[in-house]
Structures are given as structure tokens and as C-alpha cells.
T-cell receptor, first 111, second 116 residues
Framework: GDSVTQMEGPVTLSEEAFLTINCTYTATGYPSLFWYVQYPGEGLQLLLK?????DKGSNKGFEATYRKETTSFHLEKGSVQVSDSAVYFC??????????FGSGTRLLVRP | EPEVTQTPSHQVTQMGQEVILRCVPISNHLYFYWYRQILGQKVEFLVSFYNNEISEKSEIFDDQFSVERPDGSNFTLKIRSTKLEDSAMYFC??????????????FGSGTQLSVL
């Protein structure tokens, strides 16, 4: 079945550092891909999405590009802030309109 | 932005007791979901609901679980006889796959269920 694999966390960075969180997927066809973020004590919020190959999703300085050749959707940000500390989930939408999540990557940004 | 609301935010229950978790999805949405997240683990799909019936369910969603849309606005998850391993954060979500928000799932802030 469809699945999503994310890099293990936690990822600890200093403020203004460059962030990459790796995500790869296995799926039948070409699903839409998502990054969701979970801030401490809160629910899941959509951060960005991409619906087809070579699409780039972006929001709040975060970017991810849908790479069909490598079945990847890595999350990047050029300069992280303390307020970006959260758990980030990569996900795909399967053919029955449900999201399949990766295991999540905790990001801790230190001042 | 419209919101999915869940109540209660925390629920403590004794093993073997029944619990009902409540959700109010966004009003014009058509698909409803329950997910759960055991502490520190991934977010797992439990069930999806469309057109007043279960669309899909996972292996986790056994006979102890049921869902209902009793009145056209609420969407509930019932666990008939809770076990210790049911302790988790339960998220409700809704979506309108063919509408303006397309494939975006809107999640509630969750109900933390603790089974003692």
C-alpha cells in the first residue's frame, strides 16, 4: 500500500540556520503531497501542498518540490526561527481521499 | 478560516468504559475522518465517512469502534469498551474534495483520551 517515510528527528538547529526535512513516498499513481505542522499542544495545520510533478508548494518561507523521479517531497526553509519549533508531518492523499502520514519530524530551533 | 471543533479536549476514563468523542465538522464538507496519535508516534488513520456511511476503515477500527453522524452537524467516535492502548490523541477532520478547498483536510485540535 501507499506509504510515507520521513527522516528521524529530532532536528535541532540554531536560529537562522537552513532546514531540510527529507520525505519520500511510495504510491500507486501520482498522489497529491502535503506537509502538515503540529505546534505544541495544537492540532494539525496544513503548511503546504503540491498536486503534480515539479509543482512547488510554499508557505511562511517553507518550500517543497514534488519530485516524481526520486519520489520525494523534501521540506526546506532558508532561515528558521524559534517559532518554527514544531513537529512536521509529510503526507500523501491516496485514491480514497484519505491522508497517509509519515512518522513526523520534531524540529527544535534554539535562539 | 472555518474550523473543525472537538469536544472534550481531555477525557479520562476507566478501562472497560464506553467513551464518545464529539466533533463538529465544517458545515459544507462531505468527507469526515477520525485519526489518532499515540504519544510520540505517527498520526494513524482510523476511519473515513461519506454519504452517511463508512467509506474506509483501518485495521485499528475494530468492532469496539463506531462512528455516527446523528443530527447532520455532529460526527462522533464511540469506543465501546476502552483498553489501556486506546490512550491517544484523537483528531477529527473534514474535507470537501471537489470544492474550493479541494484536497485539504481541516483538522480539529484533538481530544486527549487517557484510559486508566
Amino acid at each position: 500500500g501507499d506509504s510515507v517515510t520521513q527522516m528521524e528527528g529530532p532536528v535541532t538547529l540554531s536560529e537562522e540556520a537552513f532546514l531540510t526535512i527529507n520525505c519520500t513516498y511510495t504510491a500507486t499513481g501520482y498522489p497529491s503531497l502535503f506537509w502538515y505542522v503540529q505546534y505544541p499542544g495544537e492540532g494539525l495545520q496544513l503548511l503546504l501542498k503540491a498536486t503534480k510533478a515539479d509543482d512547488k508548494g510554499s508557505n511562511k518561507g517553507f518550500e517543497a518540490t514534488y519530485r516524481k523521479e526520486t519520489t520525494s517531497f523534501h521540506l526546506e526553509k532558508g532561515s528558521v526561527q524559534v517559532s518554527d519549533s514544531a513537529v512536521y508531518f509529510c503526507a500523501l492523499m491516496d485514491s480514497s481521499y484519505k491522508l497517509i502520514f509519515g512518522s513526523g519530524t520534531r524540529l527544535l530551533v534554539r535562539p | 478560516e472555518p474550523e473543525v471543533t472537538q469536544t472534550p479536549s481531555h477525557q479520562v476514563t476507566q478501562m472497560g468504559q464506553e467513551v464518545i468523542l464529539r466533533c463538529v465538522p465544517i458545515s459544507n464538507h462531505l468527507y469526515f475522518y477520525w485519526y489518532r496519535q499515540i504519544l510520540g508516534q505517527k498520526v494513524e488513520f482510523l476511519v473515513s465517512f461519506y454519504n452517511n456511511e463508512i467509506s474506509e476503515k483501518s485495521e485499528i477500527f475494530d468492532d469496539q469502534f463506531s462512528v455516527e453522524r446523528p443530527d447532520g452537524s455532529n460526527f462522533t467516535l464511540k469506543i465501546r469498551s476502552t483498553k489501556l492502548e486506546d490512550s491517544a490523541m484523537y483528531f477529527c477532520a473534514s474535507s470537501d474534495p471537489w470544492g474550493r478547498t479541494n484536497e485539504k483536510l481541516f483538522f480539529g485540535s484533538g481530544t486527549q483520551l487517557s484510559v486508566l
